[in-house]
């Protein structure tokens, strides 16, 4: 009883404190990030692999990572610190599924959005270069407007629903299918005009 | 590219955007639960509301005294002034006089899609006749409208969407005509309905409630299917041209969804690295309103009106033929004509004053402070190029009040169309204007 009280009384930690607790190599810096974070992180898996033991998995090696990142790291954002790193942890079990079968997640769906330029599911090129992608889609996204930016990053990089993000900003899913329409356009010129084969 | 080519490449977004990502939903999320909690008090002390609503639009008007009798919403005033006790003068009143012009800022500011931090907005067009502008009124006064807080009703709703899933189902081709009702927190506050009739994500008709609206809409960003093909014009085409391409097409549209127009309105948005928009507004007029300002650009998505109209959506590219890429059917629910009123008829600024109140800066372009304008590159509006009538709805501020809206062009975006600055200075007198950018440059020389 007496638990359960103290369990619901209980309030996250300042980020602040949390990172300090890393650098004190306190364990319970990850009992106090799962605290606070973990329902948001496994949406954002959930949202890409479909699958609650595999979000399982992504929030153990996002724990993990961090342990062994954060110190040296110190992250100015921690929520975004680890939003990037179950990201990279899902994305991973996210193809590694989908050499099996379909994968019926919200990153599936985000993906067929983007036919015009991603054409099939095989295995990386080996002179494929992420690093250089990567600063070709931040210099895009860079220019968009707060808002665009906002729908883009929630859309493809933390495959939101649409549903969420038209909640979010206030806006009808019509609304937020528009912008993205017209943000694809402008993302496939750019990546035409960067070289990349569409 | 490779679907997990494009997924390393975003592994590698530049942290950066993902932290001002986390930060702003954060800021949504809590915004959306101070709204819930600011509602749960506002419904326990509905007299506090009450009073707050009469002092609201009252604000805004001039050379009345409060005299502290019970006065009706529209006609009652608040001192612009207080007395100093001490010296006996009359002093400028931070909680009254200068609240009316910050309730003009805040409405600014209201807006996500049009919240400038700056002093004015970039608007991107590629020449002035395609800014598509409301002319300056010949009256000596123009309406301020208040409008009051609505949950559409559940049975509405389930009748507005009887009312047209069966035709948008056949006319989209979205196979089921099944829906599920979800209830949802509107932004502003109050309820939202939402339903989808569809057997395809990808191809569904979103049904909406909120306010005193009911609105259903259709996107295909491949283009909508219209008797086997899609629907374009061009962006060169003049109004008149694009009415005459799209006469077959908005028949229809029309026969089927059982609408008549009375008006149109063509309104091009351009922007600097996107493919231009160009929407078709078909409005039928209640005859309560006025065809002239209440639909006009920029407050048909933002403010409640009580007609009914379909919007045409049309998405392109540079240099491509724009395609009809959506469809919006809006329609009011019943009492609309309750829902927002004629606060007051307010005298209309003279032209030449607001052209003074410009010269001297004194601008609500979002950011208050004229000095502060060192985050953008000045701008001279004193020789600007366009100036129309504009009117801005607040959110938190249940208030809808005509501007003027200046532009300047600034120059060319590297796409070759033109920039232009856009500031705004209200079109009716409201009180304490010039004290409040006065205050505003003293505390910039305090800093």
Redesign the interface.
């Known amino acids: 009883m007496e638990l359960q009280k103290a369990k619901t009384a209980r309030t996250p930690l300042d980020d602040e404190k949390i990172i300090s607790l890393y650098f004190e190599r306190d364990e319970k810096a990850i009992e106090e990030t799962d605290f606070k974070y973990r329902k948001y992180l496994f949406t954002v898996a959930y949202n890409i692999i479909h699958d609650r033991l595999g979000c399982e998995e992504c929030l153990n090696d996002t724990y993990l990572a961090s342990w062994n990142a954060i110190p040296p790291s110190r992250p100015a954002v921690l929520k975004a610190f680890l939003v990037t790193v179950i990201r990279r942890a899902a994305v991973r079990l996210y193809h590694k599924s989908m050499k099996k079968s379909a994968v019926p997640s919200e990153m599936t769906v985000s993906l067929s959005e983007l036919e015009d330029f991603i054409k099939d599911d095989g295995d990386v090129d080996s002179a494929f270069d992420a690093e250089r992608l990567g600063q070709v889609i931040s210099d895009f996204v860079r220019l968009l407007p707060k808002r665009k930016r906002y729908i883009f990053i929630g859309r493809y990089y933390a495959s939101q629903p649409i549903a969420d993000i038209a909640g979010e900003l206030g806006v009808s899913r019509s609304t937020v299918n528009k912008e993205l329409s017209a943000i694809r356009s402008a993302l496939k010129e750019k990546l035409e005009s960067e070289g990349y084969s569409i | ?15 950066g ?10 800021r ?2 809590k915004k ?1 639960k101070r709204k819930t909690m600011w509602l749960r008090v506002c419904a326990a002390a509905a007299c506090l509301v009450t009073a707050a609503a009469v002092a609201l639009i009252p604000m805004l008007r001039k050379g009345e005294t409060n005299t502290g009798e019970n006065v009706p919403i529209g006609e009652m005033s608040t001192p612009a002034t207080e007395v100093n006790t001490q010296s006996g003068e009359q002093e400028p009143n931070e909680e009254n006089a200068f609240l009316n012009a910050q309730t003009v800022e805040r409405l600014l500011k209201d807006h ?2 049009r919240a400038p931090t700056n002093q004015y907005m970039e608007i991107y067009a590629p020449s002035l006749d395609r800014i598509s502008i409301t002319p300056l009124p010949d009256t000596e006064t123009l309406p301020v409208y208040s409008f009051g807080d609505s949950d559409p009703s559940m049975d509405d709703f389930k009748a507005f969407i009887d009312k047209y899933a069966d035709s948008a189902t056949s006319f989209f081709g979205t196979g089921s005509s099944e829906y599920e009702i979800k209830e ?1 927190e ?3 506050g109050g309820t939202e309905y ?1 339903a989808y009739i569809g057997e395809s ?2 191809n569904d008709v ?1 049904f ?1 409630a909120h306010e005193n609206e009911f ?1 259903f ?3 295909s ?1 491949k283009g909508v299917n219209i008797n086997g093909g899609t629907v374009s014009v061009s962006e060169s085409d003049t109004d008149d041209e694009i009415m005459e391409k799209l006469k077959d097409t908005i028949d229809v549209i029309c026969s089927t969804f059982g609408f008549e127009y009375t008006d149109f309105r063509i309104e091009r948005t351009y ?5 231009i ?1 160009l929407d078709i507004h078909l409005a039928l007029y209640t005859p309560e309103e006025p065809e002239m300002p209440i639909n006009t650009y920029g407050s048909i998505w933002t403010r409640p009106v009580r007609s009914r109209y379909i919007s045409l ?1 049309f ?1 392109a ?1 540079k240099g491509e033929e724009a395609i009809l ?2 469809i ?1 059917l809006h329609e009011c629910a019943e009492g609309s004509e309750d829902y927002y009123t004629v606060e007051a008829e307010e005298k209309v600024l003279d032209l030449a004053e607001a052209e003074e109140l410009l010269r001297k800066g004194y601008v609500f372009g979002g950011y208050g402070c004229p000095l502060c304008m060192a985050e953008q590159p000045e701008v001279d509006f004193t020789d600007y190029d366009l100036v129309e009538i504009e009117y801005v709805s607040g959110i938190t501020e249940k208030i809808s009040i005509p501007f003027y809206a200046f532009y300047k062009y600034i120059g060319d975006t590297k796409s070759g169309l033109g920039t232009y600055a856009k500031t705004y200075v209200p079109a009716v007198e409201v009180e304490g204007i010039n004290e409040y950018f006065e205050k505003k440059i003293e505390n910039h020389h305090k800093k």
């Open positions: 590219m490779k679907k997990e080519e494009w997924n390393e490449g975003m592994n590698r977004l530049d942290s955007l993902v932290e001002e990502y986390v930060v702003e939903k954060d949504l999320s959306g996500s899609s949802h509107y932004y502003k939402s994500i990808y979103g909406y609105f809409a259709y996107h960003s922007d600097e690295y996107l493919p928009y959506g998405d590219g890429s959506g919006w």
